[in-house]
């Protein structure tokens, strides 16, 4: 049979002529309607089929083919009738007590049958047989009986091995009897849900290492805000490319504004700037092929909220891709107060420069170490030329009165004056100070007249 098929699909043929020689043939003689293909012209004939057996006590099948007569055909019932035989799902149909009435050619396929003939047309047309939930057979065959639509995913027993089907079952009517049936259409999609399960795998491992990162990343956030709360440093974060800037809630705190209050652009921004300082805070200093890596400090003046100026002092981080800049981070320290004292400290170096001048008398000055810092006028004229006493740092030479003075305080004396140029000059000390050992301690300050 399987070489004088004239069919296009001599496999699915094969798989037909089994399933009818095991679902129907023990029955005796049976007749099948086809449909052949001779030279791809359409021919319906009438099988009569006759189980028999042959050498070797094997099962064969004797086929007799007659031509059906082609105006009686019904064209839509057969095509319709070849479409449910070799359509790709697995169709079937069971009456209400789960007995199999029907399937096509691609359900016996899958399903088979088992081993023992005696037991094959049970198993077969058990629906429970199939499903591994006990339960399933009876809540899907419940759902039908409520007219309801049934469409779940199952694991099934097939001839090889277990696999998982999409069922989708509804209401039919037997044409045999009119009895309520139950029509299960079913595909394979035991690929699906391996792939499914993967990825669900994935997901759940990508969640698992996401929430580590998260908890990383809040832990590394705290130690960073924690840090910069320590520092009392304002951070900002420019994007080149959007011209937007980020402001830690420091920084608006360090600016007198609450965080939000301003507008996050670069402009707005630079706007509070200093306009003799704009051109040291504007970011396009740095130019589009600076290297990647920290910049130098910079100082420059911004206005405060309540309109005071505020000195800060700045570092930034310039972060490049593709040989270009795209975002630049820093952080920005309010140096006020540090500035302010080192303008008044020029102020009294000033003062006390000019008050010095302006005595009558030559007056030095030594650090705590008894190192020369500055003089007056008058004094640098009453200095010998080649003792060199007038060099910067010049230690000042000492000696001790007696060991108890190393208790009560030293009684200082140039060397120059233990030789007597004070007398041969005429200039003679009116106050030695001796300073205190501290970091904090004034210059020790010397006066000469004559």
């Known amino acids: 049979m399987r070489a004088r098929d004239f069919s296009a699909d001599s496999d699915a043929a094969s798989l037909r002529l089994r399933q009818v020689m095991q679902e129907r043939g023990r029955a005796g003689r049976f007749c099948e309607t086809w449909t052949l293909y001779p030279a791809g012209a359409p021919v319906t004939v009438t099988l009569a089929c006759q189980p028999i057996t042959i050498e070797g006590a094997r099962t064969a099948l004797l086929i007799e083919a007659t031509q059906t007569a082609g105006g009686d055909a019904d064209v839509h019932a057969a095509r319709l009738q070849e479409s449910v035989r070799y359509a790709c799902s697995m169709l079937s149909m069971y009456a209400m007590d789960g007995t199999l009435l029907t399937q096509n050619t691609n359900a016996f396929g899958c399903y088979g049958a088992p081993l023992e003939p005696v037991r094959r047309a049970d198993a077969a047309r058990d629906l429970s047989a199939r499903l591994c939930d006990p339960d399933a057979a009876r809540k899907l065959l419940d759902a039908v009986a409520r007219s309801a639509v049934s469409d779940t995913e199952q694991e099934v027993q097939t001839a090889q091995g277990r696999r998982v089907h999409r069922i989708r079952a509804q209401e039919?009517?037997?044409?045999?009897?009119?009895?309520?049936?139950?029509?299960?259409?079913?595909?394979?999609?035991?690929?699906?849900?391996?792939?499914?399960?993967?990825?669900?795998?994935?997901?759940?491992?990508?969640?698992?290492?996401?929430?580590?990162?998260?908890?990383?990343?809040k832990i590394s956030e705290e130690r960073f805000s924690l840090a910069m709360r320590g520092a009392n440093d304002g951070l900002w974060d420019l994007d080149i490319a959007s011209g937007n800037v980020y402001l830690s809630p420091r920084w608006y705190a360090m600016m007198g504004y609450a965080p939000?209050?301003?507008?996050?652009?670069?402009?707005?921004?630079?706007?509070?700037?200093?306009?003799?300082?704009?051109?040291?805070?504007?970011?396009?200093?740095?130019?589009?092929?600076?290297?990647?890596?920290?910049?130098?400090?910079?100082?420059?003046?911004?206005?405060?909220?309540?309109?005071?100026?505020?000195?800060?002092?700045?570092?930034?981080?310039?972060?490049?891709?593709?040989?270009?800049?795209?975002?630049?981070?820093?952080?920005?320290?309010?140096?006020?107060?540090?500035?302010?004292?080192?303008?008044?400290?020029?102020?009294?170096?000033?003062?006390?420069?000019?008050?010095?001048?302006?005595?009558?008398?030559?007056?030095?000055?030594?650090?705590?170490?008894?190192?020369?810092?500055?003089?007056?006028?008058?004094?640098?004229?009453?200095?010998?030329?080649?003792?060199?006493?007038?060099?910067?740092?010049?230690?000042?030479r000492i000696s001790w009165r007696h060991r108890k003075a190393a208790q009560i305080g030293a009684i200082l004396t140039p060397s120059w004056c233990r030789r007597g140029w004070h007398r041969r000059t005429g200039f003679r000390p009116l106050q030695m100070g001796a300073p205190s050992r501290t970091p904090s301690s004034p210059p020790m300050a010397t006066t000469w007249s004559r």
């Not at 630049?328 to 000019?354: A, F, H, Q, Y």
């Open 260 to 396: 939000g209050e301003l507008s996050e652009s670069l402009n707005d921004i630079l706007d509070l700037v200093h306009p003799e300082d704009r051109h040291l805070a504007n970011p396009a200093r740095f130019g589009e092929d600076a290297p990647e890596g920290p910049t130098a400090e910079m100082e420059f003046r911004m206005r405060h909220k309540n309109g005071d100026w505020l000195d800060i002092l700045t570092r930034a981080f310039l972060v490049v891709r593709g040989g270009t800049v795209t975002r630049v981070v820093g952080t920005n320290v309010d140096i006020t107060e540090r500035k302010e004292s080192e303008r008044s400290l020029r102020r009294l170096n000033e003062i006390l420069v000019e008050g010095s001048e302006a005595l009558p008398v030559g007056v030095a000055f030594y650090d705590p170490d008894l190192r020369l810092v500055m003089w007056n006028r008058l004094y640098a004229q009453m200095q010998p030329q080649c003792t060199g006493a007038l060099a910067p740092a010049r230690t000042l």
């Open 172 to 217: 039919g009517r037997d044409p045999a009897t009119g009895n309520i049936v139950a029509v299960l259409n079913e595909d394979d999609i035991t690929d699906l849900v391996d792939m499914r399960r993967r990825l669900n795998a994935l997901n759940t491992d990508l969640e698992r290492h996401v929430a580590e990162r998260n908890q990383q990343l």
